[in-house]
């Protein structure tokens, strides 16, 4: 596509329910990141993919969030049992290059997670 | 590990008015170095980047210069608009990493 895709735009749920998170890549980009922005917390990382694998979860703050992708393509975010702390939004991003010199990393527009 | 230090606002100026808004990081090697801006209730979009020492990079206005003798990437725009209005993120991936390390962001607001 010609840019990154997320949906939904906006969520709000109730706490204590599921939510996933859908993530459409740039065509042909091999990397695939997810970050959350909450007020007063600025971006933070919480996975990467390389194709379908995800050497790096290393920011995903809990086991109720986990994340997969497939056909090295779409990815789902997905929150189990939510909290009013996951209020955020989420991030989805990619790129061509990871690694290389200026890589540039594209960003979506965003999911607005609302957990009331 | 690295890290990025930028200006903390928020920050009001008229129209038409100078802008520098201060970034400073600190990597090994030689990190790229992005500024991202983030319209209100809209994503993130690069604005400008730079990879080497000295290099300049420029979009819509806006400059930023790499000095690794001060490891700053400060913004910089001559006149700024009220469609500047945003909150800016300086950001770097370090030499060889495939992720952004973002400073905290600066809200710039622009007034007629």
């Known amino acids: 596509g010609a840019g990154v895709s997320q949906s939904p735009s906006n969520k709000v749920t109730e706490k204590g329910k599921d939510v996933e998170l859908r993530c459409d890549p740039i065509?042909?980009?091999?990397?695939l990141y997810w970050y959350r922005q909450s007020l007063g917390q600025g971006l933070e990382f919480l996975i990467y993919?390389?194709?379908?694998?995800?050497?790096?979860k290393s920011g995903l703050p809990s086991d109720r969030f986990s994340a997969e992708r497939t056909g090295g393509s779409v990815s789902t975010l997905t929150i189990q049992r939510t909290q009013q702390e996951d209020s955020a939004v989420y991030l989805c991003?990619?790129?061509?290059?990871?690694?290389?010199?200026?890589?540039?990393?594209?960003f979506g527009e965003g999911s607005w997670l609302t957990v009331v | 590990g690295d890290s990025v230090t930028q200006m903390e606002g928020p920050v009001t100026l008229s129209e038409e008015a100078f802008l520098t808004i201060n970034c400073t990081y600190t990597?090994?090697?030689?990190?790229?170095l992005f500024w991202y801006v983030q319209y209100p209730g809209e994503g993130l979009q690069l604005l400008l980047k730079?990879?080497?020492?000295?290099d300049k990079g420029s979009n819509k206005g806006f400059e930023a210069t790499y000095r690794k003798e001060t490891t700053s990437f400060h913004l910089e725009k001559g006149s700024v608009q009220v469609s500047d209005s945003a909150v800016y993120f300086c950001?770097?991936?370090?030499?060889?990493?495939?992720?952004?390390?973002f400073g905290k962001g600066t809200k710039l607001s622009v007034i007629p």
């Open positions: 991003a990619s790129s061509a290059s990871p690694g290389a010199v200026g890589n540039t990393i594209y």
């Open positions: 065509s042909g980009h091999t990397a």
């Open positions: 993919f390389q194709g379908n694998s995800a050497p790096d």
């Open positions: 990597a090994t090697g030689y990190p790229s």
């Open positions: 730079a990879t080497k020492a000295d």
């Open positions: 950001a770097l991936t370090g030499a060889g990493s495939y992720q952004l390390t």
